[in-house]
């Protein structure tokens, strides 16, 4: 069987860790997670609520986070915005003090390329931030589709975003996957009726199209490849 491949990097730390990284100890992999909550609580203490740990929101766009959130405010419009720009400049600014990348991600990603594989992001981050990040890395010039959530009306896990990517990538979603590290976004998946795999994140999910969970993207390549002989 042969993919055309939609990756999905999480962005919010953004996003993902699917394709970020540097070699990480467990010490920093557990930091990164503490800050993840740490620009979550900042947005909450922001706002004046008590709002949800970045777990349970993960790939979930963060304009329709706080709205749900603040129903019983009633904001306006003008505040929502205020309080997404907040949110995104916590992010970039945590982000910047941080680069958290895993040792395959360039390496696969070059893999791909080379084989001719249709490469995208589709990420529920902004696209100042996803740039930013997939920059900082070194990998934006092996991403030639980038849909973030400037670009689609609804988010995870309504399937626009991935929708949008296959339709600039041209790909066909029998024979794309969708690689995540939310349940957000393997719903997308589904819903857009790819194929889907979870990496780095031991999620409980079942759906038509799930390859299953994988410790690391070369074990996932590895699995790819065994299909299509």
Known sequence: MNFDLTDEQQMLQAAARDFLAARLSS??????????????EDLWKEIGVEGPRYDSIMGRPTGEVIREITTDLE?????????IRFKQDRARAYLQKETVTFPDTRAVLEK???????????????????????????????????VTSDDVREGKPAPDTYLEALRRSGGNAERTLVVEDSLSGLRAATAAGTWSAAVRNNLSYSGP??????????????TIESLDQ
């Open 112 to 146: 791909l390329k080379a084989s001719g594989t249709a490469i995208a992001v589709g990420t529920s981050a902004s696209r100042d931030t996803a740039e930013l990040l997939l920059r900082q890395i070194g990998v934006l010039p092996l991403i030639p589709v980038l």
């Open 27 to 40: 010490e920093k992999i557990r930091a990164l997670a503490e800050t993840d909550d740490a620009f979550s």
């Open 209 to 222: 199209r799930f390859l299953g969970n994988f410790p690391d993207l070369r074990s996932l390549a590895v």
């Open 75 to 83: 904001p306006t419009p003008e505040q929502v915005d205020q309080w």
